[in-house]
């Protein structure tokens, strides 16, 4: 299958770009050439090969999920760029 400039021309009028017509023949090279790779790789024969839910075998490393302490209350407030006795205090973002 190849790509007229036509085709490009449609698809660039889609996408709200201009193209000049030697682009448009670019782009129709390529894009006929890419059309013409993905034939090629449609008769491979992958009736073998099981499928895949992702490219590499990694498995995600996970901690253990342990309950450590948490941050001493006067010491978060003593961080904290404006806070009373037992609060944070932050600007008022509603009126």
């Avoid at 023949?25 to 090629?40: G, P, Q, R, T, V």
């Avoid at 790789?41 to 901690?63: C, G, M, W, Y």
């Amino acid at each position: 299958m190849s790509i007229s400039k036509d085709d490009v021309a449609y698809v660039a009028d889609l996408s709200r770009l201009s193209v000049t017509e030697i682009e448009k023949e670019n782009f129709a090279k390529d894009m006929s050439k890419i059309l013409e790779y993905m034939e090629l790789l449609n008769q491979v024969d992958t009736s073998t090969i099981k499928p895949l839910e992702h490219v590499t075998e990694l498995t995600a490393p996970f901690r253990k999920d342990v309950a450590l302490p948490s941050l001493d209350h006067d010491l978060a407030l003593k961080n904290a760029p404006d806070a009373d006795t037992d609060y944070f205090r932050v600007p008022k973002v509603i009126e």
